[in-house]
């Protein structure tokens, strides 16, 4: 602060300098000589002071991009996730999608919600799942049993190929001794 009160009393002193107050046995070229030395300590002092206020303003502008730096490291805080859910963003993979595209493009939620490249993915991700839910799991139809299972082949009473897997032949060997010594072999009439 000191400082600047100098830079301003020097700068003062130019200004007021009047010229009809001078003598006339003045050596001009001298003055003009002793303020070019005065403006140019007044510029360096300018100039430092200047370069002190950069640094000392510098650290405020530091922190902001360290946010923005925690932010886009992959890990969503608990305001962001709450905003996506109010955008409708709630499951795990609609999550992972809208953190790919956060550290990727580096863009805002609010601009990534309004993208439509964004929506276009998040429609195509949303169709997919809808899809799988939609498909049935398990065996398929109500009464008809998969080529993969011991009584499909005991109904068609043929032996498994080898394809099948040989576990699959070992079950139905076993399944059909079983039924075989249980009475349902052979029919005799004694």
């Known amino acids: 602060m000191n400082q600047k009160n ?15 107050e001078a003598p006339e046995d003045t050596d001009w070229k001298a003055k003009a000589l002793e303020f070019q030395g005065r403006a140019k300590r007044i510029e360096t002092k300018n100039k430092k002071l200047s370069e002190r206020m950069k ?32 955008y409708g963003i709630k499951s795990s993979d609609e999550i992972a999608l809208a953190k790919s595209w956060l550290n990727r493009t580096g863009d805002e939620i609010d601009t990534m919600i309004e993208d439509d490249i964004f929506q276009a993915k998040l429609t195509k991700l949303r169709d ?30 043929e032996m498994p190929p080898k394809e099948m897997g040989e576990k699959l032949r070992r079950d139905y060997v076993t399944a059909k001794a079983k039924k075989l010594g249980a009475g349902g072999g052979h029919f005799y009439n004694s």
């Open 6 to 20: 100098e830079v301003i009393e020097e700068a003062e002193i130019v200004d007021n300098f009047n010229h009809e």
């Open 55 to 86: 640094s000392l303003e510098k650290p405020v502008e530091d922190a902001t991009p360290q946010n923005k730096s925690n932010s886009q490291s992959g890990d969503l805080d608990k305001g962001d996730k709450a905003l996506l859910v109010a």
């Open 128 to 157: 997919a799942k809808a899809v799988l839910d939609a498909t049935p799991t398990g065996k398929r139809g109500s009464s008809s049993t998969g080529r993969d299972t011991v009584d499909y082949w005991l109904a068609k009473d």
